[in-house]
Every structure is written in C-alpha cells, then in structure tokens.
C-alpha cells in the first residue's frame, strides 16, 4: 500500500508560520486510490492537476474533514470530478461532512459521476448544549433516512439523548434522490485493510477460500481473524504443504489468536509443511511469534512500515524472509530505496515488532513453489462453476485445423437448436421442485422429519411455537454453510422468545429498533445482499452467545439440488428448550446482584444484535447511590471490567466490584470501570479512592457536609461521602 501525503494550499498563520489550507492523504493499492481531504477547498485546489494523477479503477474520497467549500473551490472541485470520471469506472464518496452535504443538495454535479456512500448528520443535545455529528450510511440507514425518522443518540459528552438537528426533507434531498446501493467487496475490504474503516457488519465470519495444486493447498483468509475461525473445520483433511495467504486479514484478535494456535498445534502432524505469505505488520506481531510458528510453520514474505525523508512517501514494503534472512537475525530491517524518488527510506515500525524479526526461521523455497506461490496468490478466485473445454471432450486448441469449418457448422446447428428449445422450455415449464430450484436429488435422512412441516420450510426464515424453532437457511453452495445458517436462526429464535418483547424494551430498547429494521429490510428486498448480510450477522452473534447457556441442537436436516448454478442446498435446524431449561434461562434475567450500587443482570444473547464482538458481560438495570454512579455510569450500560479483570457475568461483576472497591477502601487507589454504552466502543471511566481518614490539621480538615473530596487529592473521600460505616447495609458502598 502507498500513502501520500500534499499539501495544495497554505495560509499565514500568527507569528508569520505557514499551516497548510487544505491537506491531501493519498492512499492506493492496486486497482483501488483513496484520496482523503481536510481543511478548506477554495480556489488554490487545483483540481485539474490532482485528477492527472489519479490512475486507478475505483476511486474513493474521504471528505469527512472538509470544514468549508468557498465558491471559486466549488468550481474546481466540479472540475476535478469531471476529470476523474474518464479516468476511473466507479468513485465513492465516503464520510461527507455537513459543508459536503449542503453543497450536493444545492450545486449541480458537485459528485460527478460518483455516489454518496456514508456522510455526518447534525445531532445537538439541549441537555449539555452541544452538537455533534453521527455518521449514516445508505446501506444500514436508507430505510430510516426515508422515513425521515433518525432515531436518538446518546451524547457522547454528558450521555443523555440527542436529536437530529436540521430539516430532513432538505438535508436528505440528493440521498433520498440517489438512492441506496452497496459497496464492492473489494472495496468494502480495502477500507477495513488499508484505512481501518468499518462498512456494516464487515468484521463478522472470517471467509476462507481453498484451492488445492497436486500437494499443494492454497487458504486465502478474508476478514477478521476473531472467534468465528472454524478451525476444526478448515483442518479437516489437510496434508502436504499447505500455504496460507494473509494479505486481506484487517485484524487478529485475541480470540481469533488463540484459535489460530490451536490450529497449527492441531494440523502440524498432518501436513509438511505451513507457508505463511501476505503477513501485515500487526498479523506479524499478533501470531509469528517464535513460540506461535513452531517447528513446521515459516513466514515467506511480510510488510513493515518505511518513510523516506525525500520525498515523504510513507508505504509498506514486501520483505522475502529467504532473501533479507541474514540482516533480519539481528532485529534490523532491510536497507531499501523509495520507488517514488529512489532514495534511501528508513524503517519506522515499533520495537515490539522489531523483536519478532530474528525468531523467523529462514524458509526454504525452490524456484516451482516460488512459481506456485505468485500463481495462486494472484488467482482471481471464482466460486461458480466455467466451462473450459468446447463440451466435444476435446480442448478447443487440440481440435484438428482442417476439420475445424465443419465443426464450427455442426456445433453453430446444435447451439441453435439448443437456444430455441431452452427458450421453449423456459416459456412453457414451470419451475420444480420446493424452492423452484428444480427435484431434490440429495437429503440427509430418507424422508423430512416430522417437526419440518411445509409452513416452517420457508427458505432462510424462523418459525417458533412456544420455546421451540426451527431455523432454514438460504440456498447456498455449501453444506457447511447452509447448516451453519440454520442452526444460527434457530437459536436466535429461541433467545428472543426467551428474552421477550417487554424485557428487550426495557433492557435494551434500541435493540428491537434494530433487530426489527434488519427483518423488515430483507422482507422488503429479498434480493438485497447487504440485508440479508446483516440478518445472517446478527443471529450468528446471538447464537454465539446464546449456544453457551442452552441445549444443543435437537434436530438436522438437510436437501441439496442440481441447479443451472451448480448443487445448493437447503439445511433445516430445530432448538427446543424443556420447561425447565426455559425456567433457568429466564432466571438469568431477574435482576437480583447488586454491588456498588448497581443492580445488574448477565449479558443477554440479543444483545449479539448491536454488539456482535462482546462475549461477556454484565448490565446495568438500576442505578443507586454509590461508587458507580459517581463515576457516571448510566442504566443500560455494560460492565465489562473492573480494574483490569473481566467481568463474566453478573455474579461475577458482584464478586470482582466487592473485592477490588474493599481492596482500594483500605488502601486507596485509582477505581477504573470498562463499559460498553449504548453506541461506539468500549470505554472507561475511572476515579481515585482515598483510604482510611488520616489525623489531620484544621487547615486541611473537609468542612461538615462536603463529602466530594479531600483538599489534598481532589478524590472521591468514601467515608465522608457513604456515611464511613460499612457495616450498616444502606449506606454500604460495595453493596
């Protein structure tokens, strides 16, 4: 990846300093350039000039730091988008702030021939009088940006809701007439790798796709590494040498580390050999430790950072480990040259990944698996079925040449007939089959099971009756997946029949909002992929959770198909909960554990709806009087950690709270609380706990009545604030 970094203006700052106007980042990889603009674009934007350089298929524009347009700037930015349309087939404007926005409603051509794909709205909160801006997509919020109907925001600076703050029929004008559409994969993939930038529920299933050479298999891993790695799966059958191409994994998290770890221990005694390739700097520290390649893994190739002090090109450079090997074994980075202006670069990774260097092991590669490797890794990968012979049972090129005219006329004839009696067919036939996909021509048991029944057989649909449902997934070319899907609906099925209507919209309110909109988006477009994406995303979050507490699967079924696309198939699942599986499932909603003056119930698995990466848990359902609620925790919050050790569930949020608050009452210390609010990312909130009272002077002595802090460290004084008695029940803070 190359980054780039202009500036195509300046202006006098105070002191006679110049401060650049307008900032320019340029970001490309391969077919794709990201052009991200901040500051102000007026008539110093030469954009002609900045169009001749962009070469590329797609273009991206970050706009989201654009602070003011003047008019002579309007002139050469519609200049500029007129230059780029013949130079790219498709550009995409992403995080267009609210100056952007004002000017695609009121000048005509402003984006060219590129759409709008996510831009900020104003909120304002009366609470704390401020404003602030929140980001929409057309993809996830076109339905709510119709209806003119944003839902209320948390501020961010004082917690209470916020609105939208301007008028919808004018600030939705050019979306509305635009309309929705979504991103290529491709693209959506480049802005999470290369820009860290979320499209939807990108991060969920790690996709893994497979090709296999002679004794070669090649894995090329797309996405997140997290907990959604199937490793047991992808290690089934592996052998020979196995090459892993990493190039488009965006982020290893811890769960997904682990689970990589024990894939390599669980596969190193079935094949010879795991190649590494494509390892980006924080895949490199994350899981090519000398401890995590162990004794049959080698890395081939990775990227570090390098900026030369030239030109200012910043860029990530490919190392080969077999040719670099000697200059790596003492934590040094390869000396190389700018391919901009050719001029020494220097390195500018961190030190932790620096120590990583001298524990790979150097590879061994001969010059055909060298040739393999660039092969596969450049392979487009196609998962429908080509043809790649003329159908005779002959290559088209082994065909004699002097019979060729001859059978060019007799296939001409038959491809003729062949049209015309398709065409027949297709105006005459009536699809077969349950699902029109045609007869069923595969199933897992001779017939259906008695719980499938035709009005719970809908494809990709949930049917529950009482604590039991059934869960079907789409048509899909894998086995794996559809049974994947199915069981996934199923227990979503069952966790919201469990949680309830009423206890969702107490709980959690903004939830039901969600898991509703999702439903109702597919209903209306079945064919739209970025609905059905988001469906898929939020059951198998919950059922992650939800699989934790609740029986296994009571039943599986599945059919598959011969269809003009290939075999699909069909796959059924059914959750059923005894009454008394039920009874012990709702118990764990009954808010019964209370420390520090939150009561608070286990993480629930619906909530996998708006936090699909949290696992653990505990949420705050009433708040009182006590060290939490000083801190400014809210109802509704999740307590993730308290002082650094995780919190399980509620039982555990009521030990840890009780003995760590107890251990910082003695004494003293800094209280710090990890949550997850109602939107954003995890956040904490921390505050310093005084110990014991000590003997103290009467210039330094808390006046009566002011139990806030003490003059000497301005922190929370317990025993002035809670009464100084921990035996006495209501006043107690860890209770």
């Known amino acids: 990846m190359e980054v780039q970094r202009a500036s195509r203006s300046r202006l006098s700052a105070p002191g006679g300093s110049l401060e650049p106007k307008l900032s320019i980042e340029k970001f490309a990889d391969g077919p794709i350039t990201c052009l991200k603009f901040a500051g ?288 790596l074994k003492f934590a040094t980075a390869p000396e190389l040259r700018c391919p901009a202006c050719k001029n020494p670069m220097q390195c500018t990774a961190s030190e932790p990944l620096m120590t990583i260097l001298p524990g790979l092991p150097k590879p061994t590669v001969t010059k055909d698996l060298a040739r393999q490797i660039d092969e596969l890794r450049h392979r487009k990968l196609d998962r429908r079925p080509t043809m790649g012979s003329t159908g005779l049972g002959k290559p088209a090129d082994l065909l004699p040449r002097r019979n060729l005219a001859p059978i060019l006329l007799g296939v001409a004839a038959v491809a003729l007939f062949g049209v015309a009696y398709l065409g027949f067919l297709r105006t005459h036939a009536k699809p077969s089959g349950p699902y029109k996909l045609g007869p069923v021509t595969g199933r897992s048991a001779p017939e259906r099971p008695s719980w499938l029944t035709d009005a719970s057989s809908a494809l990709d649909s949930v049917t529950c009756t009482g604590a039991s449902c059934i869960g079907v997934s789409e048509a899909l070319a894998s086995q794996e997946e559809a049974e994947d899907e199915a069981s996934d609906a199923a227990y979503e099925g069952v966790a919201y029949e469990v949680a309830g209507d009423g206890w969702l919209a107490t709980i959690a309110p903004q939830l039901v909002e969600t898991r509703a909109a999702a439903l109702a988006a597919v209903a209306r477009d079945a064919q739209s992929a970025q609905a059905r994406r988001d469906v898929e995303d939020g059951r198998r979050a919950v059922a992650h959770l939800f699989k934790r507490v609740a029986p296994p699967i009571a039943g599986r079924y599945w059919e598959s198909f011969d269809t003009a696309d290939g075999k699909r198939f069909v796959a059924f699942a059914r959750v059923e909960l005894s009454a008394a599986d039920a009874k012990r499932l709702n118990g764990r909603m009954s808010p019964t554990s209370r420390a520090l003056g939150a009561t608070v119930v286990d993480l629930q698995p619906e909530l996998g709806w708006r936090f699909p990466k949290l696992d653990h848990g505990a949420i705050v359902t009433k708040l009182q009087l006590g060290p939490l609620q000083d801190l400014g925790l809210a109802e509704h919050y999740i307590v993730l950690a308290i002082d650094g050790h995780d919190v399980a569930d509620a039982e555990s949020f009521v030990k840890v709270a009780n003995e760590e608050f107890a251990q910082l009452v003695t004494t003293g210390g800094t209280l710090r609380v990890l949550v997850q609010g109602d939107t954003g990312d995890p956040r904490e909130f921390s505050s310093n706990i005084t110990g014991p009272p000590r003997v103290q002077t009467p210039a330094t002595r808390p006046r009566p009545g002011d139990g806030q802090s003490t003059p000497q460290t301005g922190a929370i004084n317990v025993w002035d604030r809670y009464g100084g008695n921990r035996g006495s029940g209501r006043d107690d803070p860890t209770q």
């Open 40 to 327: 102000t674009i007026d008539e110093a934007f030469d954009g002609k000039k900045l169009a001749a350089a962009v070469d590329s298929e797609a273009l991206v524009l970050d706009l989201g730091g654009v602070k003011k347009i003047s008019s002579f700037g309007i002139r050469e930015w519609v200049d500029f988008m007129t230059a780029v349309a013949a130079r790219t087939k498709q550009t995409v404007l992403i995080e267009c702030s609210p100056k952007v926005v004002d000017q695609l409603n009121m000048v005509a051509n402003f984006a060219g021939s590129g759409r709008v794909f996510s831009f900020y709205a104003p909120f304002r909160c009366d609470y704390c009088d401020s404003e602030h801006r929140v980001l929409l997509d057309v993809g996830k919020d076109f339905e709510s940006i119709k209806a003119m109907k944003l839902a209320e925001r948390p501020c961010p600076t004082c917690r209470e809701a916020m609105y939208f703050d301007d008028d919808g029929s004018t600030y939705f004008a050019y979306i509305l007439g635009q309309g929705s559409f979504e991103l290529a994969p491709e693209i959506v993939q480049f802005l999470a790798a290369k820009l860290d930038y979320r499209v939807g529920s990108l991060d969920g299933k790690l996709r893994v796709d497979k090709i296999i050479e002679g004794r070669i298999t090649y894995l090329r891993f797309t996405g997140d590494l997290n907990n959604t790695f199937q490793k047991d799966k992808l290690a089934e059958g592996l052998e020979g040498t196995v090459i892993v191409d990493l190039a488009n994994v965006a982020r290893v998290e811890p769960a997904g580390a682990a689970s990589w770890r024990a894939f390599v221990q669980q596969v190193t005694p079935l094949v010879d050999q795991i190649d590494l390739i494509g390892v980006g700097p924080m895949v490199l520290e994350r899981i090519c430790t000398k401890e995590d390649l162990g004794p049959k893994v080698a890395v081939l190739d990775f990227a570090l950072p390098y900026a030369c002090g030239s030109c200012g090109t910043t860029s990530l450079q490919s190392i080969e480990v077999v040719t670099h090997a000697e200059v």
